[in-house]
C-alpha cells in the first residue's frame, strides 16, 4: 500500500511570500494529484503529473519520480490563497485508485 | 456547466435510520468513486465504479452499499446510519478515457449521525 506523507501540516505564511508544500510517498506511482480545499468547500484538481514540471499563474507543481517525491510552489502568496492542500498518488498500470496525504492547511495573512 | 452534483448537501440522521446520497456528472465520465473525509484524515476511498454497471470496494465499505444506476449517477446508501459514519462525503468522476485523468469532485454531502 502506498503511504503519502505532507508537510508541513500547517504553515502560516504573510502576503507576497514564497510558499513551498512537500508531498513523498513510498511506491512507485503513474501520476501525482496536487487539489485544494477551502474551508467548508469542495476540492478541486490543481495538477496532475507524472514528470517534471507544471505550472498554472503563481502555483508550480514538480515531481521527481527517483526520489518519490512532489512539490507544491505558489510565488506571490494572497489570502485568497488560504485553503487546505492536499498531494494524491495514483499506482501504476490499471490501479487507478487514489491515495490522499493528510493535506497542508495554508494560511496567508495580508 | 455543473460537472459533478451532490445531493442533499446536508443531512442530520438518528441512529439507525436509512437515507441515500445521490451523485450525477454530466461529463461523460466512466469512473465515478465515493469518498469520506475526517478530521485529520485523508480521503479515504468508500465505493468506485470503474464503468457502468462495475462496482468495487475501497477501503473503507462497512456500512455501506452502492448502485451505478447509469453512466451518469452513482448514488451511495447507509442501511442503518451509526454515530461513526458522521462525516463529510464526496463523490467524483473521472475520465472518459482510460488512463491518468484529474478527479473532478462534487461540493460533498456533510452528514451528521446522532
Known amino acids: 500500500k502506498n503511504e503519502v506523507e505532507q508537510s508541513p501540516q500547517n504553515l502560516t505564511a504573510q502576503e507576497g511570500e514564497f510558499i513551498t508544500i512537500n508531498c513523498s510517498y513510498s511506491?512507485?506511482?503513474?501520476?501525482l494529484h496536487w487539489l485544494q480545499q477551502h474551508p467548508g468547500g469542495g476540492i478541486v484538481s490543481l495538477f496532475m503529473?507524472?514528470?517534471g514540471k507544471k505550472k498554472h499563474g503563481r502555483l508550480i507543481a514538480t515531481i521527481n519520480i527517483q526520489e518519490k517525491h512532489s512539490s507544491l510552489h505558489i510565488t506571490a502568496s494572497h489570502p485568497r490563497d488560504s485553503a487546505v492542500y492536499i498531494c494524491?498518488?495514483?499506482?501504476?498500470?490499471?490501479?487507478?485508485?487514489?491515495?490522499f496525504g493528510k493535506g497542508t492547511l495554508l494560511t496567508v495573512n495580508p | 456547466n455543473a460537472g459533478v452534483t451532490q445531493t442533499p448537501k446536508f443531512q442530520v440522521l438518528k441512529t439507525g435510520q436509512s437515507m441515500t446520497l445521490q451523485c450525477a456528472q454530466d461529463?461523460?465520465?466512466?469512473?465515478m468513486y465515493w469518498y469520506r473525509q475526517d478530521p485529520g484524515m485523508g480521503l479515504r476511498l468508500i465505493y468506485y465504479?470503474?464503468?457502468?454497471?462495475?462496482?468495487d470496494k475501497g477501503e473503507v465499505p462497512n456500512g455501506y452499499n452502492v448502485s451505478r444506476l447509469n453512466k451518469r449517477e452513482f448514488s451511495l446508501r447507509l442501511e442503518s446510519a451509526a454515530p461513526s459514519q458522521t462525516s463529510v462525503y464526496f463523490c467524483?468522476?473521472?475520465?472518459?478515457?482510460?488512463?491518468?485523468?484529474?478527479?473532478?469532485f462534487g461540493d460533498g454531502t456533510r452528514l451528521s449521525i446522532l
Open positions: 467524483a468522476s473521472s475520465g472518459p478515457t482510460a488512463g491518468n485523468q484529474p478527479q473532478h
Open positions: 511506491v512507485g506511482i503513474s501520476a
Open positions: 503529473l507524472s514528470s
Open positions: 494524491a498518488a495514483r499506482g501504476g498500470g490499471s490501479n487507478y485508485k487514489l491515495t
Open positions: 461529463m461523460n465520465h466512466n469512473s
Open positions: 465504479s470503474a464503468s457502468e454497471g462495475t462496482t
